[in-house]
C-alpha cells in the first residue's frame, strides 16, 4: 500500500510537471546549460575531468539513496 501511495504522489508530480511547460524548459535549459560548461570545463582544464565526474557520482549516489528512503517509507 505504502508503494502504491509512492508511485502516485510521483505520477501525479510528472504530470503536473508536464503540463508545466515553461517550467520543464527550464529545467531542460539548466540542464543543457550545465553540461556545455562541464564540457567546456573538461576540455580546457584536464584536471577538471575528476573533480567534475566526482561532483556527478556524488550528485547521482545521494540522489539514489533519496530515492531509496522515499521507497522505503523514511
Excluded: C, H
Excluded at 560548461?37 to 575528476?50: D, E, F, K, M
Excluded at 540522489?63 to 531509496?68: G, L
Aim: hydrophobic share 50%; glycine share 4%.
Amino acid at each position: 500500500m505504502l508503494t502504491f501511495n509512492i508511485y502516485k504522489r510521483v505520477m501525479t508530480v510528472l504530470a503536473e510537471l508536464k503540463r508545466d511547460t515553461k517550467g520543464l524548459n527550464e529545467y531542460v535549459a539548466v540542464a543543457s546549460l550545465l553540461a556545455l560548461v562541464a564540457g567546456i570545463a573538461v576540455l580546457a582544464i584536464p584536471q577538471a575531468r575528476t573533480t567534475i565526474s566526482n561532483l556527478w557520482n556524488n550528485t547521482l549516489n545521494a540522489m539514489s539513496t533519496m530515492f531509496q528512503s522515499v521507497a522505503s517509507g523514511q
